[in-house]
C-alpha cells in the first residue's frame, strides 16, 4: 500500500508541473507525455541524487504500469475522476456530453487491476446513466 500511494503522489506532484491532461475535456493530450517527462527530469533534478533516483524509479515503474502495484496505482488514478464526476452530480460528464461507452472506455483496465475496483466503477457507472449525468 505504501508503494502505490508513494507512485500515486509522485505521478500527481509532476502532473502538477506538466499540467493535468484530464479524461475528457479541451486540454490537448498529444504532448502529454513529452510535458510529464520534462516535470519529472526538472522535479527530479533538483532533489538529492539518492532521492532522486528512487522517486524516479517509483514514476517510471507508475508510467510503465508492468507491474501490479503500478497497475492497481493506475486504476485507483483512473478511479478518482469517476467518483468524483458521480459526487457532484455529473462534474465533466455532463459538461462534455460523455456517454458511457466513452466512460467504460477510460475506465476499462480498473478491472483488470483489481476486481473489486471494477465492480466499484461498474456500479458508479451503472448509476451515472441511471440519474442521466451519462448518456446511454
Do not use: C
Amino acid at each position: 500500500v505504501d508503494r502505490v500511494i508513494r507512485m500515486l503522489l509522485i505521478h500527481d506532484i509532476v502532473e502538477i508541473d506538466a499540467g493535468d491532461t484530464p479524461v475528457f475535456g479541451t486540454t490537448p493530450a498529444a504532448d502529454q507525455t513529452e510535458r510529464e517527462q520534462a516535470a519529472a527530469n526538472r522535479l527530479f533534478g533538483l532533489l538529492p541524487d539518492d532521492q532522486a533516483d528512487e522517486f524516479r524509479e517509483l514514476w517510471d515503474e507508475f508510467e510503465s504500469a508492468d507491474t501490479a502495484d503500478a497497475r492497481f496505482a493506475k486504476a485507483v488514478d483512473r478511479l478518482q475522476p469517476s467518483i468524483l464526476n458521480h459526487a457532484v452530480g455529473g462534474g465533466t460528464w455532463t459538461d462534455y456530453d460523455v456517454d458511457e461507452s466513452a466512460e467504460r472506455a477510460a475506465t476499462g483496465r480498473i478491472a483488470d487491476a483489481s476486481p473489486a475496483l471494477g465492480e466499484v466503477i461498474d456500479t458508479i457507472v451503472a448509476d451515472a446513466v441511471a440519474h442521466g449525468w451519462l448518456r446511454p
